[in-house]
Every structure is written in structure tokens, then in C-alpha cells.
């Protein structure tokens, strides 16, 4: 699997603390108005705005913007009308690229995409050229602490997880886009406070140079510092030593 998945875990724990968290609450009121929009503004009912609630509330987003969101999501609230895009491509050194966007003007969403991989010696692609590369998945993470990652790792296989990663510290646990939520409330109920989302999950991997994986992830965050851009999926290979020397020079 992918480091950037631990990777994006790492920036999202750093988001409560970020000095622009106006516009990480701007992209999750979008989120959350999507998935409102899509199945209801149901907590219960509509697994995957949970989800993003669930996110929101770690980031310190206030409760009344939730409300506001969802309300947009639902036509009780007028509000912009969103469209959700994904866009494919390369960074430097042929590294697959899913970017997906929720924006109310594409035109300026994809001039910016271009703009960023550019610069950076990536490329946009046509539709279709990176995505067979990657599957759906459910992604939850746990941080093991004190407890026996062995005995979480059981608790998540019985619950359906499909693969287990952990480094002693961080338990990763992928499964079945369909069976989330129920591996989920699985580790809730035992005590725990998993994160959880679902994510486009690398099939394979490519392996660079670490001046060059550095490189591509300087592109990817600059990708996700644009207004329009809400993830960016890739199959970079990032190593725990990489990743140290990243934040530190960040």
C-alpha cells in the first residue's frame, strides 16, 4: 500500500491546528453539502455525510457551519450549486495522480489543476488514463497506544477488514468500500476513536529517489492548497524515512 495514505493522516491530525482553517472549514462545508445533497441529512441514515461530520468536528468546525452545510445539502438553505469532478494525470517522474474537485466554477478548477502540475513537472491527463491504477476502499486508522496492535488487528478482521498495516505506533486497516462503516462501529464499540474514509487505493506502487518523492509530494500539496481541490490520490511510494525528513523541512 501507499505511504500516502499515512501521509494524509498526518496532514489531517496537523489541519486543527492550521493558521488557514477558514479554508479547511470552506472545503469541508462543500463535503458535508454533497453528502447531504446525495443521501439525505440523516446522520443515522447517511453513512458517508458522517463521515465527513466526523472530520469536521476534529477540526474544531463549528457546529452551526455543520447545520448550515447540510442544509444547503438538503434545500432547506440556498446555496452555490457544487459540481464534483475528477481529474487524472502525472506528476514528475510518471507518478498516477486522481484529483478530485468540488467547485462551483470548473473552468477555474481545471485552469488551476493544469497551472499546479506544471509547475511542478506534472501533466493533465484524459479521462481514464491513471484511474484503473486505483480501487475503492474503506481506510480507517487507529492510534495503537498502549493497546496490543495484534489483538486490534483480530478485532478488525472479524469485523471484515481486508488487509492490516501498522508500524507499532499507527494501526491502517483497509476494507470493502461497502463494509466501512460496519469495521468501524466495530472498533467504536470496543472504546476506540478510529478515522475513517473512503479512498482510491494504489493497486501498485512507484518507488523513487527520495530528492524525487519530495518532489512529487511538494506538488501534491500544492495541489491540495488549491480552493477547489479535495483530495489527491496517488500511487507514490513514501517511505517513514522520507516522510520524517518532509515535515521537518515543512
Not at 457551519?65 to 452555490?80: S, V
Not at 460496519?182 to 472504546?191: M, P
Not at 478515522?195 to 491540495?224: F, G, N, W, Y
Request: aromatic fraction near 6%; charged fraction near 30%.
Amino acid at each position: 500500500m501507499s505511504g500516502h495514505s499515512k501521509w494524509a493522516t498526518i496532514k489531517r491530525k496537523k489541519e486543527v491546528q492550521d493558521a488557514k482553517r477558514g479554508k479547511v472549514f470552506t472545503k469541508l462545508a462543500g463535503e458535508i453539502t454533497i453528502a447531504a445533497r446525495e443521501g439525505g441529512g440523516d446522520l443515522e441514515s447517511n453513512f458517508k455525510l458522517r463521515l465527513v461530520v466526523d472530520k469536521a468536528k476534529m477540526a474544531n468546525m463549528p457546529r452551526d457551519n455543520i447545520e448550515r452545510a447540510i442544509q444547503r445539502g438538503t434545500g432547506e438553505l440556498k446555496g452555490e450549486e457544487l459540481a464534483e469532478l475528477r481529474y487524472e494525470g502525472y506528476g514528475p517522474n510518471g507518478v498516477a495522480m486522481l484529483i478530485e474537485v468540488l467547485t462551483d466554477n470548473r473552468n477555474r478548477a481545471v485552469s488551476d489543476v493544469r497551472r499546479v502540475l506544471s509547475k511542478y513537472g506534472g501533466s493533465l491527463g484524459a479521462a481514464g488514463c491513471v484511474a484503473w491504477l486505483f480501487e475503492p476502499k474503506g481506510y480507517v486508522t487507529i492510534e495503537v497506544g498502549d493497546e496490543d496492535p495484534e489483538e486490534l488487528a483480530l478485532l478488525a478482521i472479524e469485523a471484515g477488514a481486508e488487509d492490516i498495516e501498522t508500524d507499532g505506533q499507527l494501526l491502517e486497516v483497509y476494507t470493502d468500500p461497502t463494509g466501512l462503516q460496519r469495521v468501524k462501529e466495530a472498533l467504536e464499540q470496543q472504546g476506540f476513536s478510529p478515522e475513517s474514509q473512503l479512498s482510491m487505493i494504489p493497486r501498485s506502487v512507484t518507488s523513487l529517489s527520495a530528492e524525487k518523492t519530495i518532489q512529487t509530494m511538494r506538488l501534491i500539496d500544492a495541489l491540495e492548497e488549491l480552493d477547489d481541490v479535495r483530495q489527491v490520490y496517488s500511487n507514490l511510494d513514501i517511505s517513514d524515512e522520507v516522510m520524517v525528513e518532509y515535515e521537518a523541512a515543512a
